[in-house]
């Protein structure tokens, strides 16, 4: 779970001068995670129906784009519930749900495309060893925030060391740099989180402080 949805959950971002910093294309636009469900090919799976009955693999239930998302659409979408038409299994994080379904381990998985993307691009897996089947709606990915009950002036300390930082010969850079992300750019909980505010109703997710 990333700092970001952390401090969302816990109700710490509230406001529109909350601040969530992902790492971001040069374009300037947040770098978003499509939820997708991949199986291998010959899996005898070809669309999102034909997982009932069977196994799909997800990270762990506090992801959003590997668990919160896909089961909401499933549900919503195809009413289709985990434990009813089919067994989820939890593989712990998006690589290891790839690589299961690369290696045949899973029939299909819910995934993040940014993820997918980039362990093609560095050759772990390659492109014809998955078939996307779905494509959803697009979130922020790994963010980190600012919360709005610190002082003022920390708070723009730390949104300037994020806009500061030199990505140039980083590790971030050798990590992002194929899909494009260069830099980190300001989203707001209120408009880039709201589909997974969204979501969280979906699936009755109450993160009243008691």
Known sequence: MDLATTFAEHGRLATESDLSLPTASSTLEPCRAT?????YPDSGIETVEDIKGGKLAFTSETSNSGFKAPSAILKAD?????????????????????????????????VANSVLNRMVSREVVSADQLVSIYKSQTFPTTSYGVANTLNAELQETIKAAFASFEWEGSAL?????????????????????????????????????G
């Not at 939820?35 to 199986?39: D, I, K, L, N």
């Open 78 to 110: 195809y009413a289709m519930e985990a434990g009813t038409d089919f067994e989820p299994v939890f593989s712990g994080k998006h690589d290891n749900s790839i690589l299961g379904v690369a290696n045949k381990d899973y029939p299909a998985a819910a």
């Open 35 to 39: 939820p997708a469900v991949a199986p």
């Open 173 to 209: 850079e050798e990590e992002f740099a194929k899909s494009g992300e260069a830099q980190f750019v300001p989203i707001t909980f209120q408009k880039e989180w709201e589909v997974i505010r969204k979501i969280d109703e979906a699936n009755g997710v109450d993160y009243t402080c």
